[in-house]
């Protein structure tokens, strides 16, 4: 909980807010659109700039991005999680 993936392939980055819940936003960054890196205490860190995205619904924790990560749809099917 409270972690989640980066599928740079994919662009996406999925998360879990909490038990049994999943979230997927882009992984680009809305500053100037770098890939984000990694998840960390409940949020996704962009490597250029630092600016972080909460995992729960992808808003700006901290900057310099002012847009949040937009949503992308997922599949949840039994243990089976993907983009789409």
């Known amino acids: 909980m409270g972690g989640g ?4 392939d994919k662009g996406v980055v999925i ?4 038990a049994g819940e999943f979230k ?13 890196s990694s998840i960390k205490d409940g949020v996704i860190v ?5 600016s972080q995205f909460d ?4 808003s700006v924790k901290s900057g310099p991005a002012t847009a ?16 789409g």
């Open 55 to 58: 995992i729960s619904d992808g």
């Open 68 to 83: 949040p990560l937009p949503p992308e749809p997922i599949q949840v099917v039994g243990e089976e999680i993907s983009p």
């Open 15 to 18: 998360t879990q807010p909490k």
């Open 24 to 36: 997927a936003f882009s992984s680009k960054c809305t500053h100037q659109g770098c890939a984000v």
């Open 46 to 50: 962009c490597p250029c700039h630092q």
């Open 5 to 8: 993936k980066i599928l740079a």
